[in-house]
Every structure is written in C-alpha cells, then in structure tokens.
C-alpha cells in the first residue's frame, strides 16, 4: 500500500515512528533490531526529529539505516524555535550529521512557533536548492494555517497530525480540505500511544479477523487512501505485528461498531496535540 505526495512520488502507507526511542541505552540494539526488521518488512518510511531523545533518536536512525539509505524515505522535523530562515538550515544540517546522511527526504515544520511560515519556508527553499532535503512538509498546523501556508509559494507534502480512533477531530474539515488540495496526511500516535490498545472492542473486531487490537487500530487509520501513518514499535514483534495489519480490511460492520465507540466529530474541534 502506499500514498501518492503532492510530488507525485509515492511513499509507503505505514511507516515507523521513533519518538521515545534513544531514552534508554539498555533499549538500543532492541529499537535498532526493531528499525531493521521494519525495513526488511517495507515499512521503510521512518519518523524521527532533531527533538527526539535531544538528538540521540536521529543517531539511533542513523545506525539503523547505515548501508541501507537508498531503501528509507526518511523524515525528520525542525523545531519551531529553530525554524527562522538560517535557522532552519542550521538545524537541518546538525540533523543530516546525527543522521549520518547527506539529504533527508522530507523536512517538516514540528509545529508552529514564533517565526512567520514564510521564514521558514526560505530556509527549506535554500536546504533544496543545496540537495539537503528532497520534499518538505509541516506538523500540527491547523486548517487556516494550512491555508495561509498553500498561499505562499512552495509545495507542501503532507500535515504531519494526531490521528487515530480516539482523535477524529480532524475529520470534520482539516482533513477534507487536504484531501482537496491532494496533500495526505501523516497520522501520528496512531494507536494513542498504545492507549487504544486495552480497548475491549478493538479486541472483538480482532477476533474475527484473527487479528491484535493494535492491527484493528491501525487499519482503521489505514482505510483512507490518503493517510499514512507512522506507529512506534520498539521491538521486532510489534513491527511484525503492526506491518500484518496492511492485509487487514474492516468490514462495513466493524466500521459501523467503531463509529458508534469513537463517533466522527459532529463540528470543529480544534487540532489536538501530543
Ligand atoms: P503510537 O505509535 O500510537 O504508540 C506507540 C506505543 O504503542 C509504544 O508504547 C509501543 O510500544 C506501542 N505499540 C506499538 N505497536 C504495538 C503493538 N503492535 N502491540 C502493542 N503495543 C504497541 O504513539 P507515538 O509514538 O506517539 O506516535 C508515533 C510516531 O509519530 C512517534 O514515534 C513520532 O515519530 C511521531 N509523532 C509525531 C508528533 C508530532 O508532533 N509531529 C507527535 C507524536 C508522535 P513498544 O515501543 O513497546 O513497541
């Protein structure tokens, strides 16, 4: 399964999320094992940024994809604080060398600070033109901040969002506008951080699918041709696991039992935020 970018190029429908990783050493070669197997599995979309771990998330992906970078599309963030035109390449390059890589394929804005979008947006125009970052992108803006963004000159590939069972929010308008402009979506904590996982109905539906809750709620997530999304798993098995639910297919009737536990929202709610 994979998503088509605004590039035209397309990119797999689930990936690999790193937040977290890199906190504790006695977890390392289980998280590095964990990012490898998801390569070799095909998740090879990995999430990470200059925040994670304070940068030791960005060296961990770093270790993770060493001989391996033709196969990753990797995305990494700049922190708002950071994010003024020289800024922005500052941080970029500081994020390539814990990266151990010379371009990272999709460069996000982690959510919006106190520089105008349009500073921003200069320090990745000039990190593209020097092959630095190949696509860029943005987290956690709002849909009139997606507006004023889309007016500014620049090709926005996706609104890195929470999204997941317990966070429709986004369904009521953020959502179908990208979706009309033909810019995906990246949903991010999409099994809640693992707090829909202790859901009884996830459970049921799972069991008549053979399948885990986690696989129920991230092809929940999955069902819409134009999200992505980007589960952190620290251990082999969960990738596996999580990598099976790209052949799970919910019934109208699971759908239905879903959407009466998690409503869809009936008017705007603002864009919630981990
Ligand atoms: P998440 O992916 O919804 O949940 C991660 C948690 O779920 C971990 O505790 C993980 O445990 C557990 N888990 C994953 N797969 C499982 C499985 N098959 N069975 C049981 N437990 C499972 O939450 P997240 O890490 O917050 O979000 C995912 C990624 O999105 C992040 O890592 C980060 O890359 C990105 N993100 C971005 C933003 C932003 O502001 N842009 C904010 C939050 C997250 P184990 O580690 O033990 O496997």
């Known amino acids: 399964m994979t998503i088509a970018l605004p590039s035209g190029e ?4 689930l990936g690999m999320g790193t937040w977290m990783m890199a906190e504790d050493l006695a977890h390392r070669a289980g998280e590095i094992a964990a990012l490898r197997a998801g390569l070799d ?8 940024a200059e925040m994670y771990a304070g940068g030791a998330a960005e060296a961990l992906v770093g270790e993770a994809i060493a001989g391996r970078r033709d196969e990753v599309f990797l995305v990494s963030k700049v922190l708002p604080g950071n994010a003024s035109a020289t800024g922005t390449v500052r941080a970029c390059e500081s994020s390539l060398r ?3 890589t010379d371009r990272i ?10 520089f105008p979008l349009a500073q921003t947006l200069d320090g990745f125009a000039a990190l593209a033109e020097a092959g630095k970052i190949r696509h860029w992108g943005v987290s956690n803006l709002e849909l009139a901040d997606m507006q004023e963004l889309t007016a500014l ?4 590939q996706t609104d890195q969002i929470l999204y997941n069972l317990s966070r429709r929010g986004p369904e009521h308008d953020l959502m179908p506008w990208l979706a009309s402009q ?15 996982l202790d859901d009884p109905l996830l459970a049921e539906i799972g069991r008549r699918h053979d399948a ?10 999955l069902r819409l041709p134009y999200v992505n999304a980007i589960p952190k798993a620290g251990s082999v098995e969960h990738v596996r696991e999580n990598a099976a639910a790209l052949s799970l297919r919910l019934s109208e009737q699971d759908l239905a039992d879903l959407d009466r536990a998690y409503p869809p ?3 705007p709610e603002p864009l919630a935020m981990l």
């Open 105 to 114: 394929d999709l460069y996000l804005l982690h959510w919006r600070g106190r």
């Open 182 to 196: 033909g810019i995906p979506i990246m949903a991010y904590s999409p099994v809640e951080q693992g707090r829909l």
């Open 10 to 13: 397309t990119i797999p429908a």
């Open 98 to 100: 814990r990266l151990g």
């Open 153 to 156: 000159p620049g090709f926005c």
């Open 265 to 267: 929202p009936a008017g």
């Open 41 to 48: 599995l095909g998740l090879t979309l990995i999430d990470t």
């Open 212 to 221: 885990t809750a986690a696989q129920v709620a991230l092809a929940w997530v």
